[in-house]
């Protein structure tokens, strides 16, 4: 199309250039006559001024010598000087003659009849005065000069004036309109150059263009060669479809693809070999992709000759012409069905996977409930029996049934674990956990074991007190626990275990517990968090589950921290649990500008007395509280880290409020809220739940079941304060006495702790 | 000797060839007027006449004006001699007495020159002069006298040394 553009262009830039050149040369010609012409009418105007000159100069020289003839008697002067005048006067006729063939004379020819006729009249007097003259009567000559030859030679003299001036006139007029023609020639010329040169710049531009054009004619065909080479030799199937959505061209791969021949896919459209169900999926593409809005990938059906379902992925793109308008759609078709049912094979064995696996672990939870019941009554009557003064034998057999009895315990409570992190039930209460409390509680309960395999407990180090971590309490002490029994019971005889804390980074604590036992040769360590994987322990007399260190993983992870391994093949293992490192609750009160017992000093000063109960599990936060309330000389506080305790003491003291953790070690604080609100005794008094879990639905569920407010972990001890003052107030009207709150009072409570 | 001979020979033809056109009216006296004057042919006692001043106009009514050259030329001599017929003394004294007398009005002219007679002729419808025939340019009419144009042999005025 460019080309046929640049050829039309060429054809008529020659036919210009004819024409111009044509003009240019009538131009020049046109411009040489009118300069000719120019030419002539200068040359022309200064001789018919010269004429004119010379005719005025030899008027007068004829007149001048005639009457220099008039003025002498010698008849040989006379005669010289009439033949001078003569001579004089031939020139004057002579250039008379001269001047009626310029041109110039056209528009004046008055002015020169005029002169000639009074030139001729002049001749005639001259010829009377001379012949007077020499006839020897001067006075006669005398008499016909002044009479008629001044006249006649004034008359001729006017005439030359007025010759002159118009032939001035004329000369000006002519020399303009030559002038002026030279000028339009001129011009013309001028402009026909510069259309020349206009013409030789546009056909500079288009020979360029030409050029361009051939270049880009052969980089095209070049393409378009490597096009058609990509578009028959592609792997893939690839169609160019025109905007009526039917096949142009197709290539060799598609053709194999949906088994038609080139000859019968042309002319059909792509709707043809689609499959029904893709169909209105499919009519959508075209629209979209010119608005551009169709997806890059579409995965689709189409069906063979011979009827068989292939799955494949569509590409395409728009092809635009010249102009940018729509030209073509080329589509890209890739056969996936292999693919594809890979996928849905995976998919189908995925599911089937978690579905055996939530049967698997849904079968180990329930299995682990109902094992847990018949092991309660074995277990029970085993340890009744053994309290019956048994016979030696009987007691050998007994504790037989014990350990074989709390073994299966250990197994499923693991499992029971282990199922609950898999299945997302394993509930985590995040809190504070000071390390120090954590190891040494550690190892005050491994202790006898210990001893039992004559294995050393390493004395602690002086741990700082103030160091936390953030995890849950009772599943630390659970985890340290696993991994110390570990470090006992595969411990060599008279071996060592030792507990250490260090500080990993500005916001990380590692806990390690070292042992002195036969190490983890590194091949199998890889094994080593596997469920019921002990690494070949199975195959000696130590007993174990092989679930400890699984579950202690998953434990970790679900604190979001990490536990690793460092062993060597007879010297021992290392295992450390690192976890994120938190403030201790007590540096909220350290911190505080003006300590709260201040404030209440004065206003309990005069108080009545009364009795708080903490239950509660975490010596840290007990020991918190107690400073809180150390100022409060009024207030008794009572402690227990177990809520069957804690439902003692309730039920014995009837303190004036009640602060419940929700995570126990005997029993869940829901238990233990739902027990003093079922007892009469204890119905009344208020409970204040103190939990690390936030969650708008364990709280809602508390203070459903009676909770009269709930405050989260961290505690916020200036909140805690003033609920304290909330509930203290409240007691101190009386309220609780008679087993009825204030309903104003309540819900305030309940706003301020939830903000 | 061949080459003296040869440009003796030279010498004497071209000689030969500047006489020879003399003998044929380069000797005759012709008589000039002015073109405009209609007269063609006058007879020698017209010629007297006019010369006389005893016919002072010409047939188309101008006024005869002889003009001559100066005395001691040949062509005056030759007019005296052949038209006159008087003496240098007797041609002063005859136009003397006209003049003194009344009878003669128009004394001829003098010219210094044959040209200056040509150029008077030429100039002065009425003047009539003399002139030898070859020194006659076409500004004037030459005359024939008698019925004869000068180089006529029977031409009447012809000078009298040949």
Known sequence: MKAVRLNRFSGAMIAIAVLAIGAAVFFFFDLSRSQHASRNTYAEAIRGLDIIGDLQFQAQEARRTLLYALATTDSNLQVQYADQSRAAEALVSQRLAEYGSLAFGERGRA??????????????VRDELIAAMLEGDPKAAVAIDLERGVPAFNALRADLETTKDQFKLNAERLLKEVDASFQRSRLRMLLMFGMLAVLGALAAVNARLRKKSAEAGAAREASEQNFRQIFEEAPIGMA????????IQVNAALCEMVGYSAEELTGRTPLDITHPDDIALSKALPQAMLSGSAPSIVEKRYIRKNGDVIWATRTGCVIHDQTGAPRHFLIMVEDITERKNNAVALQKAKEEAETANNA?????????????TPLNAILGFGQLIERQNPTEAQQTRIKYILNAGRHLLDLINEVLDISRIEMGRMQLSLEPVCVAHALRETLDLIRPVAANHSVELCPLD?????????????????????????????????????LSCTLSGQDKVQLAVSDTGPGIAADKLPRLFTPFDRLGAEQTDIQGTGLGLALCQRLVKEMGGSVAVNSTVGEGSIFWVELSRTASPLEALATRKTPPAMEW?????????????????????????????ETKPHIELMTAIQGTVGLDLARQHLPDLILLDLHLPDLPGWEVLRQLQENEATRHIPVVVISADATARQIERLMAAGARTYLTKPVDVENFCRVLDEVTRSVAGGTHHNGRESGESSEKLAAATVD | MKPRIWIVAFFIAGLALSIAPRAHGQGALAVIVNKNNPIENVTLDELRKYCLQERKHWADNKRVT??????GQAEREAVLQLIYQMSESDFNRYFLQGEFTGEVQGVPKHLSSATGVSRFVFN????????RASDVDSSVKVLRVNGYAPGDPRYPLQFPNG
């Open chain 1, 111 to 124: 002015a020169p009849k005029k002169l000639a006729r009074d030139w001729t009249a002049y001749l005639a």
């Open chain 1, 240 to 247: 160019v479809v025109g905007l009526d959505e039917r096949f």
């Open chain 1, 360 to 372: 698997k672990s849904e079968f180990l939870s329930r299995m682990s409930h109902e094992l847990r």
């Open chain 1, 462 to 498: 002086d741990f700082d007190e103030t160091v936390h971590v953030l995890a849950d309490r009772q599943r630390l002490r659970q985890i340290l626990l696993n991994l110390v029994t570990n470090a006992v019971k595969y411990n060599r005889l008279g071996g060592s275990v030792s």
């Open chain 1, 601 to 629: 000093k004065e206003e309990f000063t005069h108080a009545s007395p009364r009795t708080v109960l903490y239950i509660e599990d975490n010596l840290s936060n007990v020991t918190l509280i107690e400073q809180i309330l």
């Open chain 2, 66 to 71: 002889v003009v001559l050259r100066e005395p």
């Open chain 2, 124 to 131: 002065v419808p009425g003047a009539i002069g003399f002139a």
